[in-house]
C-alpha cells in the first residue's frame, strides 16, 4: 500500500484538466502508467482519485457484502456513483468529467491533498473552509482515534 503525503494548489484549465505537480508525480511514478478511478467523497464536496491498486482492494471490500440487504444494495450504489477510470496523459495531467467537477463545485483554483493511500481533489474555497470550519477540537478526536481503550498512543 501506498502513502501519499502532502497538499498542492493546483489550476484546472476550462476543460477541466489539472496538471499533477512535480512533487506528486514522483509520488505516483510507479502508477503513472495504470488508470486511476476518480470518484464522489462520501463525507465531503470533494473527489477521491484512487491507484487502480488501492481500488482493487476497496472493492474487494465491498464485493463481501451481503446483496440480499436493501442497505448494502443502497450503500454499493451511492459509493459508486459517478467513478470513473481515468487516466494521467503525457504531460502529467488528468482530466476530470463535467459531473464531477459540479458535484465538487471545482473551480479553477483547486487542491489535492493526500489522505493517507487516496488523494483528494477539492475547489481550493472548500477545501480551506473544511479545514477552518471543523467545530471538534482536533486533540481530542487524535486521543479518541489514534489512542488506544487505556489512552496510550498506537505504535
Known sequence: ??????????KADSK???MLPVALKKQLAHNLSDQFVLKRAVFNACLE????????????????LNR????NNDFIRRFTAGVRLIE??????????????VHAGISKETVISSAVNILEIWDKERY??????????FGDLAEEVMGDKDGDQLS
Open 49 to 64: 482519485l484512487y491507484p487502480i491498486k488501492e481500488w482493487d482492494a476497496m472493492m474487494e471490500k465491498v464485493n463481501q
Open 68 to 71: 440480499f440487504n436493501k442497505k
Open 88 to 101: 494521467v496523459d503525457s504531460t502529467g495531467r488528468l482530466l476530470i468529467p463535467k459531473d464531477l467537477i
Open 16 to 18: 477541466g484538466r489539472i
Open 128 to 137: 480551506e473552509e473544511a479545514i477552518s470550519e471543523a467545530t471538534i477540537d
Open 1 to 10: 500500500m501506498q502513502h501519499f503525503i502532502g497538499t498542492y494548489e493546483c
